[in-house]
């Protein structure tokens, strides 16, 4: 089993609409909780950290976390074309030390 | 001043030669990770430093060489490299604990 696991999509939306990621770790004693903005060919850009049980909110992003069932989620409002990227999730948690895991990543085509 | 800095941002090189890339960070953080990046792969850990000291050797093969002189700066050096070493290689920082990384802007290197 990974660690970290996405579905790699490509998930597609209209604009407009809400896109819903998801995440999945193995690791219970994960502790901090991230998503990542990959454009083709560039390096990932941190978007949202989550830390605790519930929603985050920043804008038209919100991260929700569910520890008890080791998921996490990103939904995007609003979605943009510029929107369209592949989307990492990553874990670091008590039994990884200072390592990040990242899941394989989820393709996010917005059509406009 | 970007926080995290990979020279060169593309390297082409043949299988005999020797090079090296380099990463600086300039936000006060004390990990430093070396990733890798194959064309549609996730990303892959190679190596992190805590502290300067390398904690994690991701079963590397021994012709990248990672170095680490002090907690601002990280090497991997590169040599008698194969064609399916050509990758997105991606510097990364934090610091310690359950904080987020930030990456480089990376290093596309082509074996020939």
């Known amino acids: 089993q990974k660690e970290v696991e996405q579905n790699s999509g490509p998930l597609s939306v209209p604009e407009g609409a809400i896109a819903s990621l998801n995440c999945t770790y193995s690791d219970r004693g994960s502790q901090s909780f991230f998503w990542y903005r990959q454009y083709s060919g560039k390096s990932p850009e941190l978007i949202m950290s989550i830390y605790s049980n519930g929603d985050k909110e920043d804008g038209r992003f919100t991260a929700q976390l569910n520890k008890a069932s080791q998921y996490v989620s990103l939904l995007i409002r609003d979605s943009q074309p510029s929107d369209s990227a592949t989307y990492l999730c990553a874990v670091k948690g008590y039994n990884a030390g200072n390592m990040l895991t990242f899941g394989g990543g989820t393709r996010l085509m917005v059509k406009p | 001043e970007t926080g995290v800095t990979q020279t060169p941002r593309h390297l082409v090189m043949g299988m005999t030669n020797k090079k090296s890339l380099k990463c600086e960070q300039h936000l006060g953080h004390n990990a430093m990770y070396w990733y890798k990046q194959s064309a549609k792969k996730p990303l892959e850990l190679m190596f992190v430093?805590?502290?300067?000291?390398?904690?994690e050797n991701n079963s590397v093969p021994s012709r990248f060489s990672p170095e680490c002189p002090n907690s601002s700066h990280l090497f991997l050096h590169l040599h008698t490299l194969q064609p399916e070493d050509s990758a997105l290689y991606l510097c990364a920082s934090s610091q310690e604990g359950y904080t987020e990384a930030f990456f480089g802007q990376g290093t596309r290197l082509t074996v020939v």
């Open positions: 430093y805590n502290f300067k000291e390398q904690t």
